[in-house]
């Protein structure tokens, strides 16, 4: 367990808090605020007992320079419509420098302050102690509250942790007990669906679910991997040819957990990889050749949705197809009902599966939607994220 923000006396500190404000823009303009609002409860929280609160952020691919296409001013203005009070920008090139450190000391309790984009400095991705340093001096205690950059080891979000107290956030601390009570302690059976287009992508979370699920749901382009494996003709769909023995040899090893591998029985296909494709179904043993598996098909549908139903805790992550085309988001959509009407604890991963919950506005009955899609992952698989691993143990 991790200490977070409750464990720490924050009165009369200055505390800087490492957000996730990588949100969508158009034209200079947000066009999503869910990563905004979901770092608020923290941030309430230091300004309600006493703090003074320096916010940090990436935003974009700025590959370390100062391009105003990726500044932080449209960030500090929604934050201060949301809270209702004034954030102060920290408008600078090169992140911090001496009128940052100015403002910084002559922060008060109650106020709040953002930095620019820390990806304006190169140093940042590199982890660089030098500008570790120059963050932490800013403040006394470093607060870590972006799970979807947990899984990287960067100055903002590891590197500051060796010169300052370092707790998680609210948001953090909200993503390890739901997934971590998903692996460590579920309500069975544990269901978990994972689709995207890659075999290669999911292999870690594959191996490790076999140890802790009842029942893995494939779909996606990987699936087509799976059923060349086991023999069947797959036409023009996607395919890593250099994963066949490992598609087979997970089936098995599934098989000698007793966890039930559910793949795909009939897809919906089309005849290119285009949204006014024809199209039609096929069962995954009369897949007719020059065409490609787009989307699952409705026995497929009907299979996992009665496997849903029987869930008592269920991991989603994953698109079940090609559901950015309009006539192959079906299974994807059946998939979240499924879990939107289950009474089990539903918990989706980021990415693209959050973006279909989103778009079928259904996240509202989602126990628990990821803010991490490459950190869930990864806490999936069960490796180290560097950025939670430099958080103080109770």
């Not at 309430?44 to 500044?71: C, Q, W």
């Not at 036409?235 to 023995?245: F, P, R, V």
């Amino acid at each position: 367990m991790k200490k977070t923000v409750r464990d720490i006396n924050v009165e009369g500190k200055k505390v800087i808090v490492r957000c996730d404000f990588n949100v969508p823009m158009k034209d200079g303009v947000i066009t999503d605020d869910n990563r905004i609002t979901a770092a608020m409860p923290t941030v309430e929280y230091l300004l309600e007992h006493g703090a003074a609160v320096i916010l940090m952020s990436h935003l974009g691919r700025p590959k370390g320079t100062a391009n105003k296409e990726f500044t932080l001013a449209p960030v500090a203005k929604r934050i201060s419509e949301l809270l209702k009070k004034e954030v102060i920008f920290a408008s600078s090139d090169i992140v911090v420098d001496d009128e940052v450190k100015k403002k910084a000391a002559s922060l008060k309790v109650g106020e709040l302050m953002l930095l620019e984009n820390v990806r304006f400095r190169a140093e940042e991705e590199k982890n660089d102690e030098g500008f570790s340093k120059e963050l932490a001096s800013l403040a006394d205690i470093y607060v870590n509250d972006a799970f979807g950059t947990a899984h990287r080891a960067h100055s903002s979000t590891a590197g500051i942790a060796s010169f300052l107290p370092a707790v998680s956030g609210f948001l953090i601390e909200k993503e390890l007990k739901f997934l971590g009570d998903a692996l460590d302690n579920p309500k069975r059976p544990l269901v978990a669906i994972l689709g995207g287009s890659k075999v290669s992508d999911k292999i870690g979370v594959i191996e490790k679910l076999i140890e802790k699920a009842d029942t893995i749901i494939i779909g996606g382009g990987m699936a087509y991997t799976f059923l060349k494996a086991n023999g069947y003709n797959i036409g023009n769909s996607i395919c890593e040819e250099d994963k066949l023995e490992l598609a087979k040899s997970l089936q098995e090893k599934a098989l000698d957990n007793d966890v039930m591998f559910m793949l795909p029985v009939d897809s919906a296909i089309g005849d290119k990889f285009a949204e006014d494709c024809k199209s039609k179904f096929a069962g995954s043993s009369t897949m007719p050749d020059g065409w490609m598996g787009m989307d699952i098909g409705p026995d497929t549908v009907r299979l996992y949705r009665e496997a849903i139903n029987r869930a008592g805790t269920i991991l989603w992550n994953g698109p079940m197809g090609v559901f950015e085309f309009k006539q192959f988001e079906n299974g994807t959509k059946q998939i979240a009902e499924a879990l939107a009407l289950s009474n089990a604890v539903t918990i989706v991963g980021g990415g693209d599966s959050a973006a279909a919950i989103k778009k079928f506005d259904l996240s509202h009955r989602i126990t628990h939607v990821s803010t991490g899609g490459g950190a869930s992952l990864e806490f999936l698989e069960g490796k180290t994220l560097p950025g939670v691993d430099v958080l103080e143990d109770k």
